[in-house]
Antibody, heavy 122, light 110 residues
């Protein structure tokens, strides 16, 4: 079964760039989108964006100007960069596989990475 | 973008049936997916599509949808079902594809 393992810097200063990587084990990158999702302290979940094995991306409109998601198929890894971070970007960041059913209107996230806590503070 | 609305807190007596509601316009176009999150853990999938359970999820979990309202029903609720539950769906209301999550429902088992 597919497993995701993620890592990256956990403490940033304001204005720096957040950088996280997620490795995919036990499955191919093809056929799915690979997403980043975050959860601010005590709050709900927010989708950030996604990428497929060809490098095609979709980003949350409100974050689009600061987000870059890339993929390295040779390493079965995909990465998130979020520029110009502020305290509002403090959150636990998750990577997840975004699956699509037989029909395009059926979608789900499974599995999820273990999460990386990122704190933005001066 | 659209929003998905959930009741913040729901409680249920041990062994009883509980329904967790998710409402939003995006549900008229896309089926929801449902996630369970226990403290300190990553969310995990419990229901997707019309009413599909991933392997390992007991059949006391079920999903349904009518119009813009989706429901996650837990029958014979167990103590280990106490968790936060989130719904999510694709959203095509804007110029760009988006994904929206509900604010989450904290389920307390009494």
């Amino acid at each position: 079964q597919v497993q995701l393992q993620q890592w990256g810097a956990g403490l940033l200063n304001p204005s720096e760039t957040l950088s996280l990587t997620c490795a995919v084990y036990g499955g191919s990158l093809s056929g799915h989108y690979w997403s980043w999702i975050r959860q601010s302290p005590g709050k709900g979940l927010e989708w950030i964006g996604e990428i497929d094995h060809t490098g095609s991306t979709n980003y949350k409109p409100s974050l689009k100007s600061r987000v870059t998601i890339s993929i390295d198929t040779s390493k079965s890894q995909f990465s998130l960069k979020l520029s110009s971070v502020t305290a509002a970007d403090t959150a636990v960041y998750y990577c997840a596989r975004h699956c699509t059913g037989f029909h395009d209107n059926v979608r789900w996230f499974d599995p999820w990475g273990q999460g990386t806590r990122v704190t933005v503070s001066s | 973008s659209s929003k998905l609305t959930q009741d913040p807190v729901v409680s249920v007596a041990l062994g009883q049936t509980v329904r967790i509601i998710c409402q939003g316009d995006s549900l008229r176009s896309y089926y929801p997916s449902w996630y369970r999150q226990k403290p300190g853990q990553a969310p995990s999938l419990v229901i997707y599509g019309q009413n599909n359970r991933p392997s390992g999820i007991p059949d006391r979990f079920s999903g349904s949808i009518i119009g813009n309202t989706a429901s996650l029903t837990i029958s014979g609720t167990q103590a280990e079902d106490e968790a936060d539950y989130y719904c999510a769906s694709r959203d095509n209301s804007g110029d760009l594809p988006d994904v929206v999550f509900g604010g989450g429902t904290k389920l307390t088992v009494l």
